[in-house]
Each structure stands twice: as structure tokens, then as C-alpha cells.
């Protein structure tokens, strides 16, 4: 098996930017996805792949990946994106889903 | 419209059983892998046990083998979780999850029910 690591929390001020990241083996071989997920909701995915973006995901979300690291950007945060944020890759085996732990974010 | 709506949760003495059920819509049910995810209070994500379109394979997370098992028909376009030996430690609220079976896109869960919640107490 293997682990995914996010942040527990992390903060940014209104129309700043601000980047989420997620480490794990597994992100060598395997792209991230992102999820956004708001109290009380299912997740949402807003990033997949290496850079894309679902249909009606605002473009101030991207995503990006460097050896076992992976980030979420976003670029002018918006008092609606304050939420908790999964990343989640492959297991190592490539059999199964893996998340991370989450990251919640507050916008200030 | 994909849309996947679970059912079959509630509260459940510790040793009993639940069986869960996911209806599928708005898609080629029997082309996608399937997932099942679950969200203890407070706490994050956990990817419980998924589903080869064919039913061919099948995964699950450590804490659920040999107790939990996952199936589907693809006839009724539904996805299943059957719960035995219910745990506290399995009380979450509980997602079925469609998965995209692509490197390119990294294998995202891009489509999730609304959840069922399942208590597991005395």
C-alpha cells in the first residue's frame, strides 16, 4: 500500500493565491485528482489528470505535479472555495483508489 | 444527467448486518468501474472496496476484507455493498463513486452520490 499527505489546514486571504500539496510515492506514476468538498456535500472533483478541469470548474483552479508532490492552485480565492480538499491518486498496486487526508481551507 | 443515489443505511447493532445499494443513471452503467468510499464523522475520505465493469474484479481496503463485499448488476444499473460484522469503527457516511479507468486522467472518482449514513452502535 501506500499514503498520501496533505496539510491539515491551510489559510489565504480573499483574491489571494494559494497552493494545496500532496505527497506519496504513488505520485511518481500516477497522476492526482482534487476534490472540493463543503460541509454537509458529496465531494466534487476540480482537478484531474495533469492539468484539467471538469466542466464548470472555475479556471482559477489548476493543478500541478513535481516528483512525489502534487499541488493544487488556486489563483484568486473566493469566499466559496473555502472547503476541505482531498487529493487522490493510485494505490501503489494500481488497483484501487488512494486519498489523502485532507486540507481545510479557509479563505480570511 | 449522471446521477447516483445510495440507499440501505441506518443503525445497526455491532455484529449485524446492512446492505447497501447505489442506483445508477445518466450513463453506460456497465462501462465503468465502481467505487465505494466512506467518510467518518469528522474525519476524511477512505476508499472502502471497488468493482471491475464485469464484476471480474474486486477490490477491498484491509479493514473490511473478508466482511464487507461488493457487487453490481449491471441489468439494474446498480452497485452494492453488502456490511457484515458492522464494527463502530464502520459508522461513516458512505459514497458510491464512479471511476474514469484512465492513467491519462489519473483515475478520478468524477461522479459521487449524495451518501448514506451508517451507525454502527448498541
Known amino acids: 500500500s501506500s499514503e498520501l499527505t496533505q496539510d491539515p489546514a491551510v489559510s489565504v486571504a480573499l483574491g489571494q493565491t494559494v497552493r494545496i500539496t500532496c505527497q506519496g510515492d504513488?505520485?511518481?506514476?500516477?497522476?492526482a485528482s482534487w476534490y472540493q468538498q463543503k460541509p454537509g456535500q458529496a465531494p466534487v472533483l476540480v482537478i484531474y489528470?495533469?492539468?484539467n478541469r471538469p466542466s464548470g470548474i472555475p479556471d482559477r483552479f489548476s493543478g500541478s505535479s513535481s516528483g512525489n508532490t502534487a499541488s493544487l492552485t488556486i489563483t484568486g480565492a473566493q469566499a466559496e472555495d473555502e472547503a476541505d480538499y482531498y487529493c487522490?491518486?493510485?494505490?501503489?498496486?494500481?488497483?484501487?483508489?488512494?486519498f489523502g487526508g485532507g486540507t481545510k481551507l479557509t479563505v480570511l | 444527467e449522471v446521477q447516483l443515489v445510495e440507499s440501505g443505511g441506518g443503525l445497526v447493532q455491532p455484529g449485524g448486518s446492512l446492505r447497501l445499494s447505489c442506483a445508477a443513471s445518466?450513463?453506460?452503467?456497465?462501462?465503468?468501474?465502481m467505487s465505494w468510499v466512506r467518510q467518518a464523522p469528522g474525519k476524511g475520505l477512505e476508499w472502502v472496496a471497488n468493482?471491475?465493469?464485469?464484476?471480474?474484479?474486486?477490490y477491498y481496503v484491509d479493514s473490511v476484507k473478508g466482511r464487507f463485499t461488493i457487487s453490481r448488476d449491471n441489468a439494474k444499473n446498480s452497485l452494492y455493498l453488502q456490511m457484515n460484522s458492522l464494527r463502530a469503527e464502520d459508522t461513516a457516511v458512505y459514497y458510491c463513486?464512479?471511476?474514469?479507468?484512465?492513467?491519462?486522467?489519473?483515475?478520478?472518482?468524477?461522479?459521487w452520490g449524495q451518501g448514506t449514513l451508517v451507525t454502527v452502535s448498541s
Open positions: 468493482i471491475k465493469q464485469d464484476g471480474s474484479e474486486k
Open positions: 504513488s505520485l511518481r506514476s500516477y497522476y
Open positions: 445518466g450513463f453506460t452503467f456497465s462501462s465503468y468501474w
Open positions: 489528470g495533469k492539468n
Open positions: 487522490n491518486s493510485r494505490d501503489s498496486s494500481g488497483n484501487h483508489p488512494l
Open positions: 463513486a464512479r471511476e474514469v479507468y484512465d492513467f491519462w486522467s489519473g483515475y478520478p472518482l468524477d461522479y
